[in-house]
């Protein structure tokens, strides 16, 4: 290690000693510290800390820049991301922290969204698992493999509210509603950091919230595209999980593409240092989306790269990703005096703050243990963890006559491109997930219920217009007693830049599905899919449906258990499902009109003349091998106060032959108020297994701050008044009583 290296350690442990004689607190230490390592930084050291390079080993945008090896050996880039294993993060790290000046260790990110190397179930169908237990423990683990392979940063979770299908990032969050997406925000962060936040934990990571802020509502549902919101929407609907999720503890924030207010996020300095500073109270870091600075000149609020970067680090953006911005410009701008440089200090303090809290000053190495790596990779509870989730998450939508679960030793015909498929199995954002290391949906399906057993044949790709395969689907199909149709979407079909204008099945695969209707054979549709699609066709012709998003390394095998009935399912949707594209956008917690839906005037209410109003599958909605029957509502007071709140109660029965789980859900509308209100809103909801015959008492408290939101003069509280409390096993389907809010 080089000398000045040992200096800056030697002054962190001065330091340490002095600040533990006087019992001065943790915080206190780091921020001593970050100050000693500050102060022997040239300019041109302080910038290349803020500055964010990928490697060469995994590109997940264009890439800009070459020669990252040299910029971190000059002290001009102090963080790497798309760069893993145990190996080769050891080799970056060795240079900056022994050939480097200062040897200032790196810190590496990269994007584990949902799963490292074992992959869970794309965000969207962890989200429909309803179960924060098992979505946290996925992002633990998530977190052990990703440290283990070197990784001490994640870009997840993914924060953003949608209602927009067309949209290829849904299948990166957690659905269209805010109270539930900030439970599983602040999960997925507790996951990745821990519970106790412990970033000096080796098996911990970095979270970053994304993409601050309202990006998942891009007019058009075209990605990067505008978001023009009122404030109200937007504090109300759009920043809860932000919040939530830096109320867990997580410690950087990425910026994101989209304008807000005619102002990029990016540049925003009411985003990110009034709103994200100042009211939220953020301490970390704020870093960029992929090249969002030099992007801000498309947008049109700056005339060149120099001026973007300029708008960007006053607005408050503390790193620079890949677009060389500040590289380039930053150092002429402080010396002309545009730039004080006790900003670029304040940014800085932010990134070695982190970098201390992981104790890569302690031990640059942490996270480069080999043997580590290979006992922790593919770990077999990992494996089962992975299993669990992708059960959980996959939602029933059509079960006519109990057509499932199968029953095994029945012959089943297997069609569909999808059914062989591993790759699609991992969705998008696979992060380092090796589809060669697992088995697709028929092998386990031929595994589980014998080769005999499972007639295959592709039929018909999922996107394209040949129809030679048709034949001998029809063939396969007629030898079989019932016929099992994976059908959906290709990974390269949901995800970043993947915006769609249609939300139908593509290619011909519905027409396969007609075609072998005619059989008047039991047809169990599967769908993979990274978002709510348009299925009325499908499910006209199914007799089943099956929604199991992308699940992940063991889809395959959870597919087969929840098919044949070894898992009952229990997944609720938690993005409405419309019945055509026109109805989008179509959520729950829309608002009434001067002219309802329910008004008897069969012309001038707010409808459509050639639809019904409903969607197709409602958020909250997923069926059961089982059924359940809810009683009335009982309350333990009519009023509401401040001083006090109120237990609604309801008996759900299990009276189907399954044992099974349900996610009961909790909904309140207020009925006036001083700006309009939602006809409902998700405040709580539990998920319980009932045993067969068996009936469970669900009790839920409601205070009165969960009834707060931002009044006519924009001020958060509650009012008084007449609400309607609602309890049932989806947003449409619910029993309903009256209380007060004094």
């Known amino acids: 290690m080089k000398k000045t290296a040992h200096i800056i350690l030697l002054t962190s442990f001065v330091?340490?000693?002095?600040?533990?004689?006087?019992?001065t607190n943790k915080a206190s230490i780091i921020d001593q510290k970050v100050d000693s390592v500050l102060n022997l930084m040239t300019l041109e050291e302080k910038i290349g800390q803020m500055v964010l390079y990928t490697s060469d080993w995994d590109v997940t945008g264009p890439t800009l820049k070459s020669g990252y090896m040299d910029d971190i050996r000059k002290g001009h880039c102090g963080n790497i991301f798309n760069a893993h294993t145990a190996a080769y993060v050891r080799k970056l790290q060795k240079i900056a922290v022994e050939e480097s000046r200062l040897g200032i260790p790196l810190l590496f990110g990269?994007?584990?969204?949902?799963?490292?190397?074992?992959?869970?179930?794309?965000?969207?169908?962890?989200?429909?698992?309803?179960?924060?237990?098992?979505?946290?423990?996925?992002?633990?683990?998530?977190?052990?493999?990703?440290?283990?392979?070197?990784?001490?940063?994640?870009?997840?979770?993914?924060?953003?509210i949608s209602v927009e299908p067309r949209w290829g990032r849904v299948s990166e969050g957690a659905g269209e509603d805010p109270f539930l997406g900030s439970k599983i925000a602040a999960a997925r962060v507790r996951g990745f950091q821990g519970?106790?936040?412990?970033?000096?934990?080796?098996?911990?990571?970095?979270?970053?919230?994304?993409?601050?802020?309202?990006?998942?509502?891009?007019?058009?549902?075209?990605?990067?595209?505008?978001?023009?919101?009122?404030?109200?929407?937007?504090?109300?609907?759009?920043?809860?999980?932000?919040?939530?999720?830096?109320?867990?503890?997580?410690?950087?924030?990425?910026?994101?593409?989209?304008?807000?207010?005619?102002?990029?996020?990016?540049?925003?300095?009411?985003?990110?240092?009034?709103?994200?500073?100042?009211?939220?109270?953020?301490?970390?870091?704020?870093?960029?989306?992929?090249?969002?600075i030099n992007e801000m000149v498309n947008h049109g609020v700056v005339a060149n790269e120099a001026e973007a970067g300029l708008l960007a680090v006053k607005a408050g953006v503390d790193m620079d990703m890949q677009g060389e911005v500040y590289f380039k410009y930053l150092k002429k701008q402080v010396d002309d005096g545009l730039v004080d440089e006790k900003l670029i200090d304040e940014a800085l303090r932010r990134v070695l703050k982190v970098k201390f809290l992981l104790g890569l000053f302690d031990d640059p190495y942490r996270y480069c243990n080999e043997v580590r790596e290979k006992q922790l990779v593919y770990a077999p509870e990992h494996l089962e963890a992975a299993l669990d989730v992708?059960?959980?998450?996959?939602?029933?939508?059509?079960?006519?006559?109990?057509?499932?679960?199968?029953?095994?030793?029945?012959?089943?015909?297997?069609?569909?491109?999808?059914?062989?498929?591993?790759?699609?199995?991992?969705?998008?954002?696979?992060?380092?997930?090796?589809?060669?290391?697992?088995?697709?949906?028929?092998?386990?399906?031929?595994?589980?219920?014998?080769?005999?057993?499972?007639?295959?044949?592709?039929?018909?790709?999922?996107?394209?217009?040949?129809?030679?395969?048709?034949?001998?689907?029809?063939?396969?199909?007629?030898?079989a007693q019932k016929i099992v149709l994976v059908i959906g979407e290709n990974w390269e079909w949901s995800g970043e830049a993947a915006s769609r204008t249609s939300i139908d099945i593509p290619g011909v695969q519905t027409e396969l599905l007609e075609k072998l209707k005619t059989l008047n054979k039991p047809i169990v549709v599967v769908l993979m899919n990274g978002r709510p699609l348009d299925l009325t066709r499908e499910n006209e012709l199914a007799d089943a449906m099956l929604e199991t998003w992308y699940a992940g390394t063991m889809g395959g095998k959870a597919i087969t258990q929840v098919l044949f009935g070894e898992y009952n399912p229990s997944g609720k949707l938690t993005m409405t499902f419309p019945r055509n594209l026109g109805q989008v956008p179509i959520f729950y917690y829309e608002k009434n009109t001067g002219r309802p839906i329910y008004l008897p005037n069969d012309k001038y209410k707010s409808k459509y003349i050639d639809s019904p109003n409903d969607p197709l599958f409602p958020f909250g909605f997923g069926l059961s091998y089982t059924t359940f029957e809810y009683s009335d509502i009982t309350l333990s007071s009519t009023e509401l106060t401040d001083n006090e709140g109120l237990t609604a109660q309801v008996t759900v029965k299990n009276t189907g032959k399954y044992d099974g789980e349900e996610v009961v859900q909790l909904y309140v509308r207020d009925l006036v108020g001083s700006v309009t209100r939602p006809v409902k809103e998700l405040k709580g909801f539990e998920k319980v297994m009932i045993k067969a015959g068996e009936s469970k008492e669900i009790k839920f408290k409601l205070t009165s701050d969960m009834l707060a939101f931002y009044r006519l003069d924009m001020t958060y509280g509650t009012e008084p008044g007449d609400y309607k409390l609602f309890i049932g096993g989806n947003s449409k389907d619910v029993k309903e009583k009256g209380f007060k809010l004094k």
Not at 428 to 455: H, P, Q, R
């Open 390 to 479: 992708a059960k959980k998450s996959m939602v029933l939508l059509k079960n006519q006559d109990q057509v499932l679960p199968l029953k095994k030793g029945e012959k089943i015909a297997v069609i569909g491109e999808l059914a062989a498929s591993t790759r699609d199995l991992l969705g998008s954002w696979k992060a380092a997930g090796d589809w060669d290391f697992m088995k697709s949906t028929l092998d386990e399906l031929k595994a589980y219920n014998g080769e005999a057993n499972v007639i295959y044949a592709e039929g018909c790709k999922t996107i394209g217009e040949d129809r030679s395969g048709f034949a001998a689907a029809m063939a396969a199909a007629g030898r």
């Open 110 to 160: 990269y994007d584990v969204i949902h799963g490292h190397k074992t992959i869970f179930p794309i965000s969207l169908g962890e989200s429909a698992s309803w179960d924060m237990e098992a979505i946290e423990k996925g992002a633990r683990v998530a977190a052990i493999e990703a440290a283990a392979s070197g990784i001490n940063w994640t870009f997840a979770p993914m924060c953003d």
């Open 195 to 292: 519970k106790d936040n412990n970033l000096a934990d080796p098996l911990t990571i970095l979270a970053c919230v994304k993409h601050f802020a309202a990006y998942g509502a891009p007019q058009a549902g075209r990605d990067y595209n505008t978001v023009d919101m009122s404030k109200r929407v937007f504090l109300e609907t759009y920043l809860p999980p932000y919040k939530a999720a830096l109320d867990a503890g997580a410690m950087s924030v990425m910026t994101s593409f989209n304008e807000l207010d005619g102002v990029p996020a990016t540049g925003s300095r009411y985003l990110l240092s009034d709103l994200l500073r100042g009211e939220l109270g953020f301490k970390g870091l704020v870093v960029t989306d992929y090249t969002s």
């Open 15 to 23: 330091f340490l000693i002095s600040c533990n004689s006087i019992k």
